[in-house]
């Protein structure tokens, strides 16, 4: 079994900046590769970024190339999202998950495991 346990969500004006984390226990995480979602009231679950299990690889959805970066450390099981110049639109619930694979994907049915996710709003 592996637990998913995200931190960091909060309020924020647009153009601002937050830092999401998400710490990974209960198997070895370097065997799994990461992914953000984000899903908005009303609205299916998104993808946001993926890496993959060595950290070497990494790709973003076009609504959020440029201002997200995914990243991840082996040694603190530890997968982060930064975002910055925030947008009213990037207001959702963001969940971290796990795909026992060595890259990520972009379709939620092919994750493994799931955290229970963080509020980001962001205020204009």
């Known amino acids: 079994q592996v637990q998913l346990v995200e931190t960091g969500g909060g309020l924020v004006q647009a153009g601002g900046s937050l830092s999401l984390s998400c710490a990974v226990s209960?198997?070895?995480?370097?065997?799994?590769?990461m992914g953000w979602f984000r899903q908005a009231p009303g609205k299916e679950r998104e993808f946001v970024a993926g890496?993959?299990?060595?950290?070497?690889?990494?790709y973003y959805a076009d609504s959020v190339k440029g201002r997200f970066t995914i990243s991840s450390d082996n040694t603190k099981n530890t997968v982060y999202l930064q975002m910055n110049s925030l947008k009213p639109e990037d207001t959702a619930v963001y969940c971290c998950?796990?795909?026992?694979?060595?890259?990520?994907?972009?379709?939620?049915?092919?994750?493994?495991?799931w955290g229970q996710g963080t509020q980001v709003t962001v205020s204009s």
């Open positions: 890496i993959s299990s060595s950290g070497g690889r990494t």
């Open positions: 998950a796990a795909k026992y694979d060595s890259r990520w994907y972009s379709v939620p049915t092919q994750y493994d495991y």
């Open positions: 209960g198997r070895t995480f370097s065997n799994y590769a």
